[in-house]
Nanobody
Framework: QRQLVESGGGLVQPGGSLRLSCGAS????????MGWYRQTPGKERELVAR???????MYADSVKGRFTLSRDDLANTMALQMNILKPEDTAVYYC??????????WGKGTLVTVSS
């Protein structure tokens, strides 16, 4: 069972920045997609951003222009740079990966709180 471990969450003021990282056990070369989802109490988990093996990215409309997603398959990591954070970005952020063979993996989540 492969594991994904998130880091980098925390408390930040509105307008501030945070960088989330996701480390994978084993090689990420087998991941067709890697991405971040987020969830707040009472709401469904939503896709924030996703990056394919060829580095094609897609972002939720709510984070376009503020968040940047990258992956490093040599280091088996993925990172989400979050700038101009807003209170509505407050959520638990989950790392996600989908293998070419169809297996999907989730991290345990990291809390991001945007508040003054």
């Amino acid at each position: 069972q492969r594991q994904l471990v998130e880091s980098g969450g925390g408390l930040v003021q509105p307008g501030g920045s945070l960088r989330l990282s996701c480390g994978a056990s084993g090689s990420t070369f087998s991941f067709k997609y890697m991405g971040w989802y987020r969830q707040t109490p009472g709401k469904e988990r939503e896709l924030v951003a996703r990056i394919s093996r060829d580095r094609t990215t897609m972002y939720a409309d709510s984070v376009k222009g503020r968040f940047t997603l990258s992956r490093d398959d040599l280091a088996n990591t993925m990172a989400l740079q979050m700038n101009i954070l807003k209170p509505e970005d407050t959520a638990v952020y989950y790392c996600n990966a989908l293998e070419y063979g169809g297996m999907e993996y989730w991290g345990k989540g990291t809390l991001v709180t945007v508040s003054s």
